[in-house]
């Protein structure tokens, strides 16, 4: 099952292995509806410190084992601007090379007049899909782990899931953009099962 968060496309998306573990890796816990965390807007980070770094590869860790295809630092309750995808296909042997990428201060530049609609899902909204419709190409800017800024062009699924990643450090999440009776029926639900957990 693929979460976060995306099945439609090409049906493949499983994430990668988890080749990545060493052992100072560790898994944190992923925050999940109705956490009002999730509604933070995060800051952005000023320096990319050993701490972001190992922030970064927890991330790393936590999404694979989800398993997930993206994460955004406030899933794991840090309100930063940093965000772990990979979105790496499985060949035709099946075989799948982990493609790991980190995104500091990530930020849309332009989008698209032209629409896609993929079939989203997302770790804080366990086990929930729908459809949801973005600007089909982005131009983002970001800065990676040795503090240098990029430039790229993202379509397709990563247009997509960088869009629900960014929107994650707004606190923006992919049921805002649904009608307001299915959202309501998405909170109900998530409320009713965390007071369930709590008694
Ligand atoms: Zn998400």
Do not use: W
């Not at 944190?28 to 999730?38: A, F, G, M, N, V």
């Not at 800024?149 to 990563?158: K, N, P, Q, R, S």
């Not at 606190?171 to 009713?192: A, C, N, P, Q, W």
Request: aromatic share 6%; glycine share 6%; proline share 6%.
């Amino acid at each position: 099952m693929v979460k976060d968060g995306l099945t439609g496309g090409e049906g493949a998306l499983t994430p990668a292995n988890q080749q990545l573990k060493s052992p100072a890796m560790a898994i944190r816990e992923i925050i999940t509806l109705p956490d009002k965390q999730l509604r933070l807007v995060s800051k952005p980070v000023d320096k990319v410190t050993a701490e972001v770094r190992k922030l970064a590869d927890d991330m790393l860790e936590t999404m694979y084992a989800a398993p997930g295809i993206g994460l955004a630092a406030i899933q794991v309750a840090q309100p930063l601007r940093l965000i772990t995808m990979d979105l790496a296909k499985r060949d035709e042997d099946g075989e799948t090379k982990p493609r790991p990428r980190v995104f500091i201060n990530p930020e849309i530049l332009s989008s698209s007049e032209e629409m896609s609609v993929y079939e989203e899902g997302c770790l804080s909204i366990p086990e929930y899909y729908e459809e949801v419709e973005r600007p089909a190409k982005v131009r983002v800017r970001f800065t990676d782990l040795d503090g240098k800024v990029h430039e790229e062009d993202a379509e397709g699924l990563f247009a997509t899931c960088i869009q629900h990643e960014i929107d994650h450090l707004n606190g923006v999440l992919f049921v805002d953009y649904l009608s307001k009776l299915k959202r309501d029926r998405v909170l109900k639900k998530f409320t009713k099962a965390a007071k369930r957990a709590a008694e």
